[in-house]
């Protein structure tokens, strides 16, 4: 590199310098230090120059990285405010049905239609491959905005990991306790109407049922806000930054 052959010429400079016989000593030191300020500048000049490329290099990578994340954030901020508005349907129906339980007066098309919510499943996919790739290059640190980052990696691996830890207990409950309860007690005609429903709506087990699928949903609305809001605040971060 030029700054390398700059550096070796005023050393041997300094060096010669340094050897040269016919000078004093006053003079030498003289002729050292100047050749000593002249590598120094140089380096600090090299040093300078080489962080300046750097920076310029992680902005440009950081810019295109944003332009990625914010399409994937956009698109799971889509599925999560889609997945609660579904969560919240699921706890106004258990409302519904605790209050058939009790006796209050019901509507059986209403009773018929709501039963999806004993055999749905709450799923989400976010998009990390992008966020993945970039942790694992070692390259989290181009992110310039330290709070945009750890917003980012909370998003990435505390939300999201919580809120399908969440869906998996309320998928569990539907899977190994709500389904084969009904599975042994439903009676359902050739025309595949319900014709006990309301007796299994009056017993203490589907009650219960239906309360922790209540507090299941509830509990999972809650993930999916913390993500919703999270997403939204690293979109503004973004737009904010560039």
């Known amino acids: 590199m030029a700054e390398d052959e700059l550096i ?45 490329s750097e920076d310029r290099k992680d902005r440009r990578e950081e810019k295109e990285f ?44 209403s009773v018929m239609n709501y039963a999806y919510i004993f055999f749905t499943q709450a799923q989400i996919n976010p998009r990390i491959s992008r966020f993945e790739a970039l942790k ?43 389904d084969p309860y009904l599975g042994d007690m439903l009676q359902i005609d050739t025309s595949g109407n319900f014709l006990n429903s309301i007796d299994i709506l009056k017993t203490s087990r589907m009650r219960l049922l239906l309360n922790q699928l209540y507090s299941n949903a509830a509990t999972c609305e809650g993930a999916y806000t913390k993500g919703i809001e999270k997403s939204k605040e690293i979109l503004a971060g973004m737009k904010e930054s560039h």
């Open 8 to 52: 070796k010429k005023h050393a041997q400079n300094a060096l010669d310098a340094m050897t040269h016989p016919g000078k004093k000593w006053t003079h030498k030191l003289k002729d050292i230090l100047q050749e000593i300020l002249i590598i120094v500048f140089a380096v600090s000049v090299s040093i300078w120059l080489h962080g300046w």
């Open 66 to 109: 944003f332009a990625g994340l914010k399409q994937d954030i956009e698109a799971d901020l889509t599925e999560m405010e889609n997945d609660r508005a579904a969560l919240r349907l699921v706890q106004q129906h258990c409302m519904y049905y605790g209050m058939v339980g009790k006796g209050r007066p019901f509507q059986i098309d």
């Open 136 to 178: 694992g290059s070692g390259r989290l640190d181009i992110i310039e905005d330290k709070k945009l980052l750890y917003n980012i990696i909370d998003l990435y691996q505390k939300i999201f990991p919580t809120i399908y830890r969440y869906n998996q207990s309320f998928n569990e409950l539907n899977s190994n306790k709500i």
